[in-house]
């Protein structure tokens, strides 16, 4: 960081150049709940419901086999709860994709047709 003292009787400064840092804990979805997942880069949508899925079932097995606290417990059992909503979103959004139209085979059929009309 660095700093200019702008006002040397008052004693204050000015700062011209800083660093900012933002971190956060994070990793699977908005803090608000209502913020949709629109999508991960390099992953297939199946594979990211697989992970959430094999998540769940390591949270389930750890709370069965544990001598964590029960705030410790409570806590995944909220987690767990979460998952399985978000679960259930993204398996509902994989039921409205639709498959991708192959643009290109449809312009070669609209012009073999065309042609064909044209020798007609």
Same mark, same amino acid.
């Given at each position: 960081?660095?700093?200019?003292?702008?006002?040397?009787?008052?004693?204050?400064?000015?700062?011209?150049?800083?660093?900012?840092?933002?971190?956060?804990?994070?990793?699977?979805?908005?803090?608000?709940? /209502?913020?949709?997942?629109?999508?991960?880069?390099?992953?297939?949508?199946?594979?990211?419901?697989?992970?959430?899925?094999?998540?769940?079932?390591?949270?389930?097995?750890?709370?069965? /086999?544990?001598?964590?606290?029960?705030?410790?417990?409570?806590?995944?059992?909220?987690?767990?709860?979460?998952?399985?909503?978000?679960?259930?979103?993204?398996?509902?959004?994989?039921?409205?994709?639709?498959?991708?139209?192959?643009?290109?085979?449809?312009?070669?059929?609209?012009?073999?047709?065309?042609?064909?009309?044209?020798? /007609?």
């Amino acid at each position: 960081m660095k700093s200019t003292l702008k006002n040397p009787d008052k004693g204050w400064y000015e700062l011209t150049d800083i660093k900012l840092y933002e971190g956060s804990s994070l990793t699977a979805w908005g803090s608000n709940p /209502n913020t949709p997942l629109t999508g991960m880069k390099g992953m297939k949508l199946e594979d990211v419901i697989q992970g959430y899925v094999n998540r769940q079932k390591n949270i389930e097995k750890f709370c069965a /086999n544990t001598t964590a606290s029960d705030e410790t417990i409570e806590l995944l059992l909220i987690e767990n709860k979460q998952l399985t909503q978000v679960i259930i979103t993204l398996t509902e959004q994989t039921k409205n994709v639709t498959q991708p139209v192959d643009i290109a085979d449809q312009i070669k059929e609209a012009f073999k047709t065309f042609h064909s009309q044209l020798q /007609n």
